[in-house]
């Protein structure tokens, strides 16, 4: 308590107001492969929340053949009945990014000089201009005529003129130059309408300006017409005052019209390296059997001045845009990410690199690439020039952009094995030295609150490594229920039992615990996302209806039976089971709950037993699961009193915190009967004197009518009622 020294009005605030956590029992778990989306473990992504059947598509894909296992399908199933799922997506080391090479250009581009020697050479089949004599720029206009083609040829700037009046071009010849200063102010410091301009060479001493096509690529191409205004008869007439200069610096003769084309880079040397954020097929471009456009493309647009327009385009549509470029203020690297850590994309990260995508590529981080290509391509700069083959050498580019275009990516692995042992290690799992897990193992994480967990499907949830996993990890964190099922067609219901048992070659030891529960036999289902039938794994389901059971009751309810275990989307069941098959699937220390299509009532889950052999409460899955329940709760609302006071006081806000969850339980017919007890009893000073403080629970769990038995008696006429 605090010390109140001097006379005053004090007010103290304790918060007593405990109350027991709500937790959501419908937490399911799906360990599975994909075409896409994030990997559990790779830079220490954990499981994904996914809370609708479009958000699992959009993430991570749609089902396949080709994907082993049936993760996805049975994610599909189970979010029909939840809101509320983690997908945890398997990978091996051959997982690879999707990618594209963006070839990088040269803009064809024109010095405007009056340096008629020595020519700077700006590396797009430039173009200089011959001297100006000060009587024609002072007493005459000049003018240009501009058309500009794009990468492909096309025409986007159609024979447009500017004019430089007289007065606004200064004559220097302080370099033995002639400077034409004015027409930058003219045309503007930026690409007029996002396609021609006019730029100020802040490396020359002259500062000379450049008229610049805003596409890259060696099919770029500007045609510009130089005149002047006579002074005689006041007509435009042309001005042999441009040169096209060479790749070598070598000037040609003067000319009033010069057509200049730009270039590209050989991606092999260098080129702008993009990758899907995420490993898998999923993000290459191609066309799926329906026609629509899959995987992921980066379109770059010539519309964006000195930078350019990159947009981001997944499954054939817009997702994101950029405008960004190669110069300082608004470049790639920056606007772009380079790294998943500083991704600024949903779907790409994106580097400057030399080589192709291989062993051998060096990513190369810039800052910005306004200036040439030598930190890059060093020694060796290969260019494509007009022709498309011809290689120059020693270019020095000046106005460096990405060549528009639409760039698929392509090449991505889903990193699969092929091998059930290579399957087995990459679903089991592992925990990295950063503390990433992968595969089950990301499934024992406390903040994921997974009560259900399964791995189903042919080539995962057959394979007796990967379901002893799942059973193991949800043994050692208490956290969730596991669910299994035998392989499909395997066999008779003897065959099934066998298997159970650990007597068959493809089990070779029996499922013993309560934190798991085994399903059979398979269920034919209709996929609607390519039209067919398929048997899918029953444990499916069985988490589906526990799904069922949490909403419309509670988890210590049975999700079986024809309330909460009747199955409507199947058509047929595996195996057809009648009451002799049934009986011996879930008596005599057998464990199988059976999937019955029964001829009137349709398909239901019609058992559920865990595979804990010994007889107790907790061979049943509506006692584990509400264990489990009580479990989270108590420890969700009891964290706070960690460093309290170890006496009575604190014994007593125990009791109060876990006497109402147990009531409410028991008034919503989970518990018959219960007591806590935390007193002197179960607190003695031995316990006190190691700072340990013990609560004692005891419950009555209700039982489940699962043997609905009715004795018929007959009496004579004579007997009394």
């Known amino acids: 308590m605090p010390n109140f020294v001097s006379p005053g009005v004090y007010v103290i605030e304790k918060d007593i107001s405990d109350y027991p956590a709500q937790i959501n029992s419908s937490v399911v778990g799906v360990v599975g492969f994909a075409s896409r989306g994030p990997i559990a473990g790779l830079n220490n992504e954990k499981a994904t929340l996914i809370t609708s059947q479009q958000q699992l598509v959009d993430t991570f894909g749609e089902p396949a053949e080709y994907i082993t296992g049936q993760g996805l399908e049975g994610a599909l199933e189970i979010l029909e009945s939840t809101t509320s799922m983690r997908y945890i997506r398997c ?28 020519p700077i050479t700006t590396g797009g089949g430039e173009a ?6 000060s009587s024609d720029t002072t007493t005459s206009g000049v003018r240009f005529t501009v058309t500009v083609y794009d990468h492909a040829r096309a025409k986007i700037v159609d024979a447009q003129t500017y004019t430089i009046p007289s007065g606004t071009i200064s004559v220097s010849s302080s370099e033995g130059a002639t400077t034409i200063q004015g027409l930058q102010k003219k045309i503007g410091g930026a690409l007029d309408s996002d396609k021609f301009g006019a730029f100020a060479d802040a490396n020359t001493g002259d500062a000379s300006s450049f008229l610049v096509g805003a596409a890259a690529g060696h099919k770029a191409t500007v045609e510009i017409t130089m005149e002047i205004l006579s002074a005689t008869g006041g007509e435009w ?16 003769t003067a000319t009033s019209s010069v057509t200049v084309s730009g270039t590209s880079v050989d991606t092999s040397s260098a080129s702008y390296f993009v990758k899907s954020l995420w490993p898998g097929e999923g993000y290459n471009t191609g066309t799926k059997s329906n026609g629509d456009t899959s995987g992921v493309s980066f379109e770059v647009d010539v519309n964006g001045a000195e930078n350019a327009i990159e947009q981001v385009n997944n499954l054939g549509t817009a997702a994101e845009n950029f405008k960004a470029g190669m110069v300082s203020s608004s470049f790639l690297e920056n606007d772009i990410g380079t790294t998943y850590t500083g991704r600024t994309s949903d779907y790409i990260t994106a580097n400057f690199a030399s080589g192709q995508y291989d062993d051998t590529m060096s990513v190369t981080s810039l800052a910005s690439y306004e200036k040439p290509l030598t930190s890059l391509l060093g020694s060796a700069q290969s260019w494509t020039g007009t022709d498309g083959t011809t290689p120059y050498a020693s270019v020095d580019p000046r106005f460096v952009k990405l060549v528009q275009g639409t760039y698929n990516l392509a090449g991505g692995n889903n990193g699969i094995p092929t091998a059930s042992t290579d399957v087995a290690t990459a679903v089991i799992g592992s925990v990295g030295s950063s503390g990433g897990k992968t595969g089950l193992e990301a499934l024992d994480d406390p903040v994921l609150n997974v009560s259900i967990a399964l791995a189903p499907g042919p080539g995962v ?20 229920l ?15 039992i066998n298997w159970s048992n ?74 057809v089971l009648n009451q002799g098959d049934r009986d011996s699937m879930y008596s005599g220390g057998n464990c199988l709950n059976p999937v019955v299509n029964f001829p009137q009532n349709g398909i239901a889950i019609f058992g559920q037993r ?42 007593l806000r125990v009791q109060q915190l876990v006497a109402p969850l147990l009531d409410d339980i028991a008034r919503r017919r989970g518990i018959t009967q219960f007591k806590v007890i935390c007193d002197e009893s179960t607190n003695t000073p031995i316990r006190v004197d190691r700072n340990e403080m013990w609560c004692k629970v005891l419950i009555k769990p209700t039982k489940t009518a699962e043997m609905v038995i009715f004795e018929l008696n007959l009496t004579s006429q004579s007997a009394q009622f």
């Open 128 to 133: 200089s201009m011959s001297s100006i004599g």
């Open 610 to 651: 865990t595979t804990q052999r010994q007889p107790t409460a907790l061979d049943r899955i509506n006692v584990r699961r509400m264990m489990i329940y009580i479990k989270k709760v108590i420890l969700a609302s009891t964290q706070r009193l960690v460093f309290e006071p170890n006496d009575q006081f604190t014994w």
């Open 502 to 575: 650990g007597f068959d070659t493809t089990r070779t030891a029996a499922v013993n615990s309560s934190y798991a529960a085994l399903y059979w036999p398979w269920l034919k289902v209709f996929q609607v996302f390519d039209a067919k039938d398929r048997w899918l794994a029953p444990e499916i389901y069985g988490a589906r209806q526990m799904a069922v059971t949490d909403n419309v009751a509670a988890p210590w309810f049975a999700p079986a039976g024809f309330v909460r275990g009747r199955l409507t989307k199947p058509t047929d069941v595996e195996v």
């Open 91 to 118: 990978a091996d080391a051959n997982a690879l990014e999707a990618s594209a090479a963006v070839t990088i250009g040269g803009c064809p581009a024109v010095l405007v000089s009056g340096t008629h020697t020595a």
């Open 461 to 480: 949830g057959d394979n007796q490594s990967i379901q002893n996993g799942l059973v193991t990890v949800a043994e050692r964190s208490t956290d969730f």
């Open 482 to 496: 596991a669910l299994l099922s035998p392989p499909y067609a395997v066999g008779t219901v003897g065959d099934a």
């Open 237 to 252: 007439v042309g001005l042999a005052g441009m040169q096209t200069v060479d790749h070598n610096g070598s000037a040609t």
